[in-house]
DNA sequence: GTCGATGATTCATG
DNA sequence: CATGAATCATCGAC
């Protein structure tokens, strides 16, 4: 209690001792803290009772008036924090914010389409791992929400009741009340802020580790492999797929039309570094689309230069096996040969370069590639 | 744990 | 912008 027999008061009646039982009232105040507790009630009730306790309220509420300016300066350092809105902001848009999720179809209808053109499985069953993971960190968030929440009130409350109870017996006006409680809500927002912010970071670091598809590799399905390999040996005079050829074989495999133009950079790299080591592959599937009756020929994809207009004519699959059996003779796998030297420079927009090796028998093309 | 295979990314080039 | 080349990062077999 700092309510001191408050000397200096400036132009309100003077405080001298005109009143000669005021000083005794102060005192009888200050003694109240030294007594039992019954002894107290007693007191107080006295001390409500008592004929000078309007005049006396009213004087501290006077002085608590003056004094109160001090506390106002303090109370308006409160900005809207442009930190929270952006926090709010980006839990909305991470769709944590949102109050709660109804009800979906259960896991499977988790499972939300994340590629266009209805893609892989893989990327499904990644997204809904991540929704669930989404899903948790909401949770978690929502709950501790409420809980601070709850708790602000319950404080709030508290504190309101206690004050108003005080305010009889002190000179609390509404406002300092207003103002305690905005303390309490500055306090408890401060806590809720450090949560929202925490609750981002967990969204990013989920974001980050399950959205970096580097991060999570994974090999094709084998109808991916088995679509891309068939499309590749059966063209390999030209194994440069128009945007066509691309977006039917990733419909067929299962994999978007990037993974196609990835898969067939690394392939004609890989294949032209060592021609030897596919072979085996490369027979297998020639041998496949030959026996198969070329059916994903038939219905394939269609190419846009491929047999008989490119620069190896290769109508069927057969040739192309007989090409594959006649090169892995002829070639003593040359590091950087001539397969090399025609990478760069040799690529017009129509006809890119081969990449088998010319026949032995056809120097034109043997020209064509070396003179590149 | 090592190592090769493989999908993705980055950068340079034409 | 498509491609080649180099590189990274992960997977899977051993």
Known sequence: MDSPPCPQLPAPPPPAPRRPDTGEVLQQIMAITDQSLEEAQ??????????????????????????????????????????LTRLDNMLLAEGVSRPERRGRGGPAAAANPATPGGCSNDNSLEHSDYRAKLSHIRQIYHSELEKYEQACHEFTTHVTNLLREQSRMRPISPKEIEHMVNV??????????????????????????????????????????????????????????????????????????????????????????NVGKFQEEATIYTTKMAVGGQGSQASGPSTPSSGSSGPFPMTSAGAA????????????????????????GSRQGAVPPAMTASPSGDPSSIHSDASN
């Open 42 to 83: 007693a007191r107080k009730h006295a001390l409500n009772c008592h004929r000078m306790k309007p005049a006396l309220f009213s004087v501290l509420c006077e002085i608590k008036e003056k004094t109160v300016s001090s506390i106002r300066g303090i109370q308006e350092e409160c900005p809207p924090s442009a930190q």
């Open 184 to 273: 309490i809500h500055g306090k408890f927002s401060a806590i809720q802020m450090q949560l929202k912010q925490s609750t981002c970071e967990a969204v990013m670091t989920l974001r980050s580790r399950f959205l970096d598809a580097r991060r999570k590799r994974r090999n094709f399905s084998k109808q991916a492999t088995e679509v891309l390999n068939e499309y590749f040996y059966s063209h390999l005079s030209n194994p440069y797929p128009s945007e066509e050829a691309k977006e039917e074989l990733a419909r067929k495999g299962g994999i978007t039309v990037s993974q196609v133009s990835n898969w067939f950079g690394n392939k004609r790299i890989r294949y032209k570094k």
């Open 321 to 344: 096996v007989v090409t594959l059996q006649t090169l892995a003779s002829l070639r003593p796998a040359p590091p950087g040969g001539s397969l090399r030297s025609q990478a760069r």
